[in-house]
């Protein structure tokens, strides 16, 4: 069974940094889409950035363009999202989500239903 991992997040003032890492076990696949989605409570959840293990391609929202990377960690099964000038407006909850083995991210990265597997989500609080 495959499982994501997250760890990171927090709190942090407006203007401040922040990264969160997803790790994905066992790593059986060279090639896989890992994207960070984020939900703010009432609201849907939304696409926020993707990475493709494999080819390095990666997608983002426009929330969140210029601000947060995605990229690999150290650890080939890693993906990390360093997020920079937070706003208020960042605060939610983020969500690690995996496609399975096999697939690269596409132009349809932000469909949540594509997705097999997710992490359990972690906090990030923007204060003004």
């Known amino acids: 069974q495959v499982q994501l991992v997250q760890s990171g997040g927090g709190s942090v003032q407006a203007g401040g940094s922040l990264g969160l890492s997803c790790a994905v076990s066992?790593?059986?696949?060279?090639?896989?889409?890992m994207t960070w989605f984020r939900q703010v409570s009432g609201k849907e959840r939304e696409g926020i950035a993707s990475?493709?293990?494999?080819?390095?391609?990666?997608y983002y929202g426009d929330a969140v363009k210029g601000r947060f990377t995605v990229s690999q960690g150290n650890a080939k099964n890693e993906v990390i999202l360093q997020m920079n000038s937070l706003e208020p407006e960042d605060t939610a909850m983020y969500y690690c989500?995996?496609?399975?083995?096999?697939?690269?991210?596409?132009?349809?990265?932000?469909?949540?239903?594509?997705?097999?597997?997710w992490g359990q989500g972690t906090q990030v609080t923007v204060s003004s």
């Open positions: 066992p790593y059986n696949a060279n090639k896989r889409c």
């Open positions: 989500a995996a496609k399975r083995a096999g697939t690269t991210c596409g132009d349809n990265w932000s469909e949540q239903p594509r997705y097999a597997y």
């Open positions: 990475f493709s293990l494999g080819n390095g391609t990666t």
